[in-house]
């Protein structure tokens, strides 16, 4: 049986920590291929929250994003629906304080709608004191499958090719 999905929710981190690091188009200009062929054929997605906040900033990768074409969820009835659900079982998953982490229940929320497996790089927080609780906690409670934009690779046998100019 295959574990792959049809349709993969990406958080904002996989794209800007991708950029920023260890895929920057300098140097591995597939991957932003790849996402783009992606986008094209329905196999991923963003949401809208997400995508906003990733073109506040303007910097390279929201001008890539900008011309990605790679499709954004709006928001919707159904999305609204699980957002207040979302929001009232799991109120510490946005710190509202700084700022942070408002796209989160969004993630959740169209994966969930769509249901896309969502793609993040936060990983779940197991300490049984902690105040703070993640995608992947929240993921795990209501059914949703994740995973990380490595496993994401490996799920749909992405290769990237390698060059010297």
Request: glycine share 2%.
């Amino acid at each position: 049986m295959s574990t792959k999905a049809n349709k993969y929710c990406l958080d904002a981190n996989v794209l800007i920590q991708a950029w920023q690091k260890y895929y920057n188009p300098k140097f591995c200009p597939d991957y932003w291929k790849i996402l783009i062929e992606l986008g094209k054929n329905g196999k991923i997605f963003i949401p809208e929250l997400v995508y906003e906040e990733i073109v506040r900033t303007e910097d390279d990768l929201s001008k890539w994003l900008k011309a990605s074409k790679i499709p954004i969820a709006k928001i919707s009835e159904p999305i609204t629906i699980h957002i207040r659900k979302i929001l009232k079982d799991y109120p510490l998953l946005v710190d509202n304080t700084k700022a942070r982490s408002l796209a989160d229940p969004w993630v959740i929320a169209h994966a969930l709608s769509e249901n896309a497996t969502v793609v993040t790089k936060e990983e779940k927080v197991t300490a049984l004191n902690s105040k703070k609780i993640k995608i992947p906690n929240v993921c795990d409670n209501i059914g949703i499958r994740w995973i990380n934009d490595f496993q994401f690779i490996d799920e749909l046998d992405i290769k990237f090719q390698c060059s010297l100019i």
